[in-house]
């Protein structure tokens, strides 16, 4: 009994630890987000400071501008600058697979009323998480709190749970009003992540182009150009990679195979489908005996 408490503390530690380089991380990376800068100087900064202060990327430094909602991330040698956008920051790190998960909005564009709702929108979440609440408790909260401000909550983005090496678990926690949901319970770890739009709340995929990529299942190939990217996507086991991680003069080529043999999932950046503007606002909380613990605040 006394190894179990023990392994949960140490498990815990390792979220907390996650949790407070990703601060640390995320304050200085948002002092970069000016106009004129490059966004793929601020990606890489995060990926290499998180390292260099204990950590490991658990998915790629995502900047997403605008309408784009997630799952954007600068390409290898991109030259995008800054301009006056709506910029969501969405930062993870992991300490020995343990995750830490958290979004923030930069505006540059001049809306600060869709900032002001995504961000009252996980206050309000977290305010309500504890045991015996249901998600889709949650989700209300977040709904009404988006609403009060005349704009919509992506209705079909939510937040997610949050487990060894796994960024996207159980349980799912809605953007809405949902009937029932599922019941936190003590030690529950997951992300909250309202998203605020003045468009429709709806978001699809944009094109079939993608610079992040996810290892789905292992399955021996046989060309060695691809046996080559497949050995250095293994390091990253479950967790979202970009591309721009990986070295190989068949790159492309070698991508292509392994989406087509299922061995990678692909994730393009996703659009609001009205082409409305997004603010995003995201911690990671754990259940407490009677409350949460935010990791990421």
Not at 42 to 55: D, K, M, N, Q, Y
Not at 266 to 289: D, F, K, N, R, W
Request: aromatic share 6%; proline share 4%.
């Amino acid at each position: 009994m006394t190894d179990n408490v023990n392994n949960k503390q140490e498990i815990l530690e390792k979220y907390r630890e996650a949790g407070r380089i990703l601060k640390i991380v995320r304050a200085e990376a948002v002092e970069m987000v000016r106009v004129g800068n490059s966004l793929l100087n601020v990606a890489e900064f995060v990926e290499s400071r998180t390292i260099a202060l204990g950590g490991r990327p658990a998915f790629p430094c995502n900047i997403s501008r605008n309408d784009e909602a997630a799952h954007a991330t600068p390409k290898a040698g991109g030259s995008d600058v800054f301009e006056k956008d709506m910029v969501k920051l969405d930062l993870g790190v992991h300490v020995d697979g343990y995750i830490a998960d958290s979004a923030v909005t930069v505006d540059l564009s001049g809306n600060p009323d869709i900032l002001k709702a995504a961000e009252e929108a996980l206050a309000a979440a977290i305010e309500l998480a504890r045991p015996g609440i249901s998600t889709g408790k949650i989700g209300a909260a977040i709904e009404d709190s988006i609403r009060s401000y005349g704009l919509s909550p992506i209705m079909n983005l939510t937040g997610h749970g949050l487990s060894q090496y796994e960024a996207h678990d159980e349980p799912s926690v809605p953007n809405k009003r949902v009937e029932g949901g599922i019941i936190l319970r003590e030690g529950d770890v997951f992300a909250i992540e309202p998203f605020a739009t003045d468009g429709e709340g709806l978001i699809h995929e944009g094109g079939s182009w993608a610079e992040i990529y996810s290892l789905t299942r292992k399955k021996p190939v046989r060309m060695p150009a691809v046996r080559n990217v497949l050995k250095q996507v293994e390091e990253y086991r479950k967790l979202p990679f970009a591309k721009r991680w990986l070295e190989s003069d068949k790159l492309e080529f070698a991508l292509i195979q392994l989406e087509r043999a299922g061995i990678l999932h692909s994730y393009p950046v996703l659009l609001e489908s009205a082409g409305g503007l997004v603010a995003q606002a995201e911690h990671t909380i754990i259940i407490t005996q009677d409350g949460c613990e935010v990791t990421t605040k």
